[in-house]
């Protein structure tokens, strides 16, 4: 069994910044893809920015030069550093990722549980 648990959400004014972390625990060989999403009320959940094994990151049009995705692979450990929130930032927003349980095994996609982020004055 594997579980990903996210911390490091809450409220922040316009402007503020906030770093998410999230940690994988469990059954894990190895980790591929870290992702982090999020889902505003009344929205569908949207890709943020994600991040490889080896450290390649893409980022949504809306988070670019904002938002800083890190991973550290000893600890099985992804980070979200966000810079200069918005309002529409505001959402929880979720960790996702791709484990093997063993070398050459099937990937399985985790997500974990939400934290909320919050933008306003």
């Known amino acids: 069994q594997v579980q990903l648990v996210e911390s490091g959400g809450g409220s922040v004014q316009p402007g503020g910044s906030l770093r998410l972390s999230c940690a994988a625990s469990?059954?894990?060989?190895?980790?591929?893809?870290m992702d982090w999403y999020r889902q505003a009320p009344g929205k569908q959940r949207e890709l943020v920015a994600s991040?490889?094994?080896?450290?390649?990151?893409t980022f949504a049009d809306s988070v670019k030069g904002r938002f800083t995705i890190s991973r550290a692979n000893a600890k099985n450990t992804v980070y979200l550093q966000m810079n200069n929130l918005k309002p529409e930032d505001t959402a929880v927003y979720y960790c996702?990722?791709?484990?093997?349980?063993?070398?050459?095994?099937?990937?399985?996609?985790?997500w974990g549980q939400g934290t909320q982020v919050t933008v306003s004055s």
């Open positions: 996702h990722g791709h484990i093997r349980y063993e070398p050459g095994g099937f990937e399985y996609a985790y």
């Open positions: 469990g059954n894990i060989f190895s980790i591929n893809a």
């Open positions: 991040i490889t094994s080896t450290g390649s990151t």
